[in-house]
């Protein structure tokens, strides 16, 4: 019913920049909070940053001030903009919506499959 593709990771050395996409789309109504989390080899997935429909956001500690995410309503897709990478950002990032799907009457979340970002020292 609903998918969600990101795009935009890679290769990059320490100090360079990426900037993520992720596109929703299928039977969809609308959308509340959307956001990116990231998963490291051997670590549980942690949050990133999140943003609401209205434009509020929220960054997790390691990456505020580097990281910006925005979003276009119109075009169902949030951007995660990194800049100043470090090595210690290396992890699949993936993102997340919460969707209501036509003829629905709750947000569940959908998630992305996941996008590579290495980040070489």
């Known amino acids: 019913q609903v998918q969600l593709v990101e795009s935009g990771g890679g290769l990059v050395q320490a100090g360079g920049s990426l900037r993520l996409a992720c596109a929703a789309s299928?039977?969809?109504?609308?959308?509340?909070?959307m956001g990116w989390y990231r998963q490291a080899p051997g670590k549980q997935r942690e949050l990133v940053a999140t943003?609401?429909?209205?434009?509020?956001?929220n960054y997790a500690d390691s990456v505020k001030g580097r990281f910006t995410i925005s979003r276009d309503n119109a075009k169902n897709t949030v951007y995660l903009q990194m800049n100043s990478l470090k090595p210690e950002d290396t992890a699949v990032y993936y993102c997340?919506?919460?969707?209501?799907?036509?003829?629905?009457?709750?947000?569940?979340?959908?998630w992305g499959q996941g996008t590579q970002v290495t980040v070489s020292s």
């Open positions: 997340n919506a919460d969707v209501r799907t036509i003829g629905g009457r709750f947000y569940p979340t959908y």
């Open positions: 299928g039977s969809i109504f609308s959308i509340n909070d």
């Open positions: 943003i609401t429909r209205g434009g509020r956001t």
